[in-house]
């Protein structure tokens, strides 16, 4: 098992930047895959950017250009740069670790934190 902390962030104006920051209780180095997505209100979860062991990375259409995706291994710790933001980047934003291990598939969500973007 392992617990996700999500923290960063707030209230933030039409073209700024946030960093989120989600860290893990034991080490990341094995997972699979380490994602953020988020979910607005009214409407579902959605991806927003993961990230392979290998460091492979992928980003929703809404999001490339302007979000990055990262890992810190060594403080067990993923991160998510946001910049250009948009209202519709509300939401709040959730922390995710897949873990497949003998064929059978973990997922791990951390609580989430509020992202507000508004003049």
């Known amino acids: 098992q392992v617990q996700l902390v999500e923290s960063g962030g707030g209230l933030v104006q039409p073209g700024g930047s946030l960093r989120l920051s989600c860290a893990a209780s034991r080490s990341i180095f094995s997972v699979n895959v380490m994602g953020w997505y988020r979910q607005a209100p009214g409407k579902e979860r959605e991806l927003v950017a993961t990230?392979?062991?290998?460091?492979?990375?992928n980003y929703a259409d809404s999001v490339k250009g302007r979000f990055t995706i990262s890992r810190d291994s060594a403080k067990n710790t993923v991160y998510l740069q946001m910049n250009s933001l948009k209202p519709e980047d509300t939401a709040v934003y959730y922390c995710n670790a897949h873990w497949v291990v003998g064929g059978a598939q973990y997922d791990y969500w951390g609580q989430g934190t509020q992202v507000t973007v508004s003049s």
């Open positions: 990230m392979t062991s290998l460091a492979f990375t």
